[in-house]
């Protein structure tokens, strides 16, 4: 009764299916809730791309194109890119647009890698249906959809290999922010989406270009 308590209120019917992996909204990861038990909520692997909004001494706050707010969180290990030349903490400032790849918590990123893009880089949210609370999740699949894909299935990856995806998913569909990486039994890849009420799963292949999303 709970669960279902908690679709109604969320208004997020498509999110709440029966697989404990994945029985957590979006949305609600999106809002800041810790998503309890689900065992894919923790932290791992993913990104956002976005304009750089504010600048503290331990990182930036950023807004993506689809509005969606992300605080990143920077480390003495954290590297900066302009382009393909090395620059420092301090070369970002308010109104670039970055690309951020890292440990994804919510909307929180302890980033791996800043990289500065070109102006408008962050992407624009063309297909993308920005986060609106309480209203319904847009249910609808383009492009192709894994054979047997189910929700909660596969295995998370990190490292190069999520950030490839995590790459290759922003550059399609701008807005989100990617919360993990999951590889499928046939080799390729499922990023999940949050923040945006769609997509939630964007469908990479073994060369890191798009196949589909739903």
Known sequence: MGAVL???????????????ATATSPSAIAAGNGGGSNARSGPASGGAAGTVAGVSTSGFTMSTSAGQKVTVDETSSTTFQNGTSSISASAITTGQDVLVLGTTSGTTITATQVIVQPTG?????????????????ASKQVGQIPAN??????????GTTAYKATEAALAAYAGGIVDRVVQLSNGEYEVHYIGVNWPHHIFVNQDFKVVGAN
């Open 6 to 20: 908690t679709c109604l209120v969320i208004g997020l019917s498509a999110a709440c299916g029966t697989s404990s």
């Open 149 to 158: 894909y189910s929700q909660g299935s596969g295995t998370i990856v990190s």
């Open 121 to 137: 880089g962050s992407g624009s949210a063309a297909g993308v249906i920005s986060f609106q609370p309480g209203a319904p999740t």
